[in-house]
């Protein structure tokens, strides 16, 4: 994953969406607002959804970078609408 420091980090490669979201959905709710947290997910359907779900929840995407082997690190920071 990044090198950026966050609060929490998830591996959601091994899950298919919609579960992909539902994973990231659980595991902010273990943070309080303004925490973020590291997603390490796969292209297609994944980081098309999930960081779209996430700013429609609320919550900020602060970074998605492209891995170069099929796979995402996204950055989000939990938002107070969630």
């Known amino acids: 994953m990044s090198g950026k420091h966050t609060d929490a980090a998830i591996d959601i490669t091994d899950v298919v969406c919609p579960i992909t979201f539902v994973k990231v ?3 902010l709710e273990d943070l309080a607002d303004g925490q973020t947290l590291a997603v390490h997910l796969n292209d297609g359907e994944p980081i098309q959804n999930v960081p779209r779900s996430l700013k429609d929840e ?3 995407v602060l970074s998605v970078d492209q ?3 099929g796979t995402y690190d996204l950055v989000v920071e ?3 609408l969630a």
């Open 67 to 69: 891995n170069g082997d």
């Open 78 to 80: 939990k938002g107070g």
């Open 25 to 27: 959905k659980v595991a």
């Open 58 to 60: 609320g919550h900020k």
